[in-house]
């Protein structure tokens, strides 16, 4: 299950990495070689995404991984976990990652994160989106995982682009990952 698309991460636990794809079939590409280097690692993967892209992922998964491996895989649906509480509010859902996360802190488990965030509409208030990435950023430093967060670049809103600019110290971009010039540590 060789994955050359991840090495990347070898060695490295404290990397926030900002993913902006273009369609589908990138997008499930990448996720799946995220997952396969994790499992292979030995590590457990949380995968925060929609169901209609979670049943894509797994069919996957499943031709690939064993039972044993796929217990590895924690799915979170995203819907759940960004609008746990009703709205898009940055506290509940850092108390949600945390609950979600907590029993691999506590037993001392590798884990890897991946998180595919999603918009109804571009009007969201982004400074909410921002404050969010901040405190996703300080997580991953202080608990020590990797995290991709995946962004659809389609109608993506300059705004919001500068926005995960500055709250993302590392860019996926081409299978390869770059820092971005425009991260702006806390």
């Keep these: 299950m060789e994955n050359k698309k991840q090495l990347f991460f070898e060695g490295k636990e404290k990397l926030h990495v900002l993913f902006f794809y273009t369609g589908m079939q990138s997008y499930i590409e990448e996720v799946l070689g995220f997952i396969y280097a994790g499992i292979e690692a ?4 949380v995968l925060i995404d929609n169901d209609r892209n979670f049943k894509r992922i797994s069919e996957q998964l499943k031709i690939r991984l064993t039972s044993i491996q796929l217990k ?3 799915y979170v649906n995203s819907l759940d976990f960004y609008f746990s509480s009703g709205s898009y509010h940055p ?3 850092t108390d949600y990652f945390n609950k979600t996360v907590q029993p691999y802190i506590n037993q001392n488990i590798t884990f890897r994160s991946w998180a595919h965030v999603e918009w109804a509409t571009m009007d969201e208030p982004f400074h909410l989106i921002g404050d969010f990435e901040r405190i996703v950023d300080n997580a991953v430093n202080e608990i020590s995982f990797p995290l991709i967060c995946a962004y659809g670049e389609r109608k993506m809103p300059s705004t919001l682009e500068t926005i995960l600019l500055e709250t993302h110290p590392y860019i996926l971009k081409k299978e390869k990952l770059i820092f971005s010039k425009k991260y702006i540590p806390e």
């Design 42 to 45: 030995g590590e457990y993967v």
């Design 72 to 74: 590895q895989l924690h």
């Design 91 to 93: 506290p509940a859902i």
